[in-house]
């Protein structure tokens, strides 16, 4: 075997080929760890930005008469209906899958539309979505969205629209009614098929997830909750603590 020193071992070499391998491949694996590290990140941020993402928020029309009744969205989230200066703020939390929420309004949805057109009181009808598991399409979810849908069209047709829908509230553990059922009950009390896109979009879905999570955190614990100015009342003891208010008691 020749020991001549100016010849390359090729062992030597072929080692530095294997070290130099190791090393392109431990850079590859590092550079692509990084990158997942950055996609998983990039990812999650995403994920809470969307979860934190309350969606469009609803508006509601200028009244379409004059002097007609006038609405705004609450800071909760609550569609407000009644003159400007009416001495009583009613709040109602309702689902429009709740049979307890129907009830209440049989019986005293007519005191409500009563105080609103009197001028008594205003009424924040904070329509909220908890019930969808009582459903398989997510009843609850698209009613509440379909309220800010109608509302924001004209608000004075709204207590009667929440009336209707009421009225012909799908039993528990069914499909609730269709997006087009939702559509005609809206033509049906006066509202125009511009409210339709805004009901087949389902465009306030987050607005009503983040109000509803936001309404529970407020210490809610069921629907129908009734509030008469900040205070909470008992429903059968509503048309007297709205008379109490406005006397100033």
Request: aromatic share 6%.
């Amino acid at each position: 075997m020749s020991n001549n020193p100016g010849r390359k071992n090729p062992l030597q070499k072929a080692e530095q080929a294997d070290r130099k391998r190791k090393i392109a491949i431990q850079v590859g694996v590092a550079a692509v760890l990084v990158g997942l590290v950055a996609a998983i990140g990039i990812g999650l941020a995403v994920q809470k930005s969307d979860s934190d993402d309350p969606g469009p928020t609803p508006t509601i029309a200028a009244p379409q008469a004059p002097g007609g009744l006038t609405g705004s969205i609450t800071d909760n989230g609550s569609i407000r209906v009644g003159q400007p200066d009416a001495k009583v703020t009613v709040r109602l939390v309702a689902d429009l899958q709740c049979p307890a929420c129907k009830a209440f309004e049989q019986a005293y949805g007519q005191v409500l539309e009563d105080a609103v057109n009197s001028g008594t009181a205003a009424v924040e009808y904070n329509i909220i979505s908890f019930l969808d598991r009582a459903s398989t399409t997510q009843f609850s979810s698209r009613a509440a969205n379909a309220s800010y849908c109608v509302a924001g069209e004209d608000p004075a047709k709204y207590p009667t629209w929440l009336r209707t829908m009421f009225a012909q509230q799908p039993a528990e553990g069914g499909a609730g009614l269709t997006n087009e059922q939702l559509i005609e009950i809206a033509r049906s009390v006066g509202y125009t098929d511009a409210v339709a896109p805004c009901i087949n979009d389902k465009s306030y879905e987050k607005f009503v997830s983040a109000k509803t999570e936001q309404t529970f955190a407020e210490g809610v614990t069921q629907t129908p909750t009734v509030y008469v100015n900040g205070k909470q009342v008992n429903p059968s003891e509503l048309e007297q603590a709205i008379a109490t208010a406005a006397a100033g008691q």
